[in-house]
């Protein structure tokens, strides 16, 4: 036998030892959707040539991590330029589970989501060094993006990428969003920060924001009174990790769904530790405008409890406290039209 047709008799045989185990593999993970996405992954790289298998894995890798790719960004991801990305980018959109992009234009692709979220996930927990280094790189792309979509992507990516400051971002973000953001806008944010917490990639301080967050779309969109439970997880959380501004705006947020269900002494309560702990915070840092806010919003949330109970002279007294920080913190920032606002 020459060494050519030795060379694809062993190919031959390669594949189908391949074929067999996929489909006992299958079998075994009957059920289980985003496992055998896997699977199916890891069988169209092993089919590939020996020599384009790893490079075709990272490029896939990045993919994932996304959730839309084009030739510039993958170029981007995989420190490429653009040239040299075409070849990665024209393998992948030929594997089963790319597909056109929805309302795109012809070069957008996406892996499908099934695939996308069960690969995205093993990369977290079995590569987590090539994992933090391609949504760092996903960050900075998205960064310098200034429409809705492009900030809610960025958002998306730091959390995962540097979860203390994308924790930070996404307060700040959330903060300024439910005041001016569209509606749309909100969900759409809510629903990328979702498919974080059902993967379970958010832990610390990110999580509990992105939790919080959630819950306050949940709140707006009319559901106060069905969240008791996350926002009891919320509370829990913050105090594990030390998190004071986060408990705070939990109690906040436990108060409303306990006045929504109509506990007003309970929600008393709430709002009364949403107080104290803003008022300390305040304290520290008389500066932070954002923690002078909460104080004043505490106050408010306890008139608004104190007026439902009729006693009128108290609700008074803690709506005159909310107007008069309100005022100072428009008087320190005149351009600031939320501030006048309030």
Known sequence: MSNDRWTNAVAVQLRRALINDLIGDLLKTQGDTQAQAVLTAEFALAIQPLEEREPLRYAL?????????????LAHMLELDEMEARQPFDRLVHFPFVEKFPA????????????RLAWRKRLALERPNAW??????????????????GRIEWIYHLLNAEPDQGARRLEDMDRAWTRTAHPEHRQALALALNELETSS??????RVEGLLCLAEVRSSRGET???????????????????????????????DVLEAQGKLEAAQAAFGE?????????????????????LAVAR???????????????????????????????????????????
């Open 225 to 255: 009174a069905n969240i008791e439970g996350v926002a009891r997880k919320i509370e829990a959380l913050a105090r594990d990790i030390g998190h004071a501004s986060a408990l705070g705006r939990a109690f906040c947020l436990l108060g």
């Open 274 to 294: 949403c107080f104290a702990i803003s008022r300390r915070l305040a304290e520290q840092d008389p500066s932070n405008a954002d923690w002078q806010r909460d």
């Open 201 to 206: 990639l958010l832990e610390g301080r990110a």
């Open 104 to 115: 795109s234009n012809d070069e957008m692709r996406n892996v499908h989501e099934t695939t």
């Open 300 to 342: 408010a949330r306890v008139g608004g409890v104190l007026e439902a109970q009729g006693k009128l002279e108290a609700a008074q007294a803690a709506f005159g406290e909310y107007l008069a920080i309100s005022r100072r913190l428009a008087e320190q920032d005149p351009s600031n039209a939320d501030r006048h606002s309030d």
């Open 61 to 73: 890798d990045a993919a994932t991590v996304l959730h839309w790719f084009d030739v510039p960004l």
């Open 132 to 149: 933090h280094t391609l949504c760092g790189r996903a960050a900075v792309w998205f960064a310098k993006e200034t429409a809705p979509a």
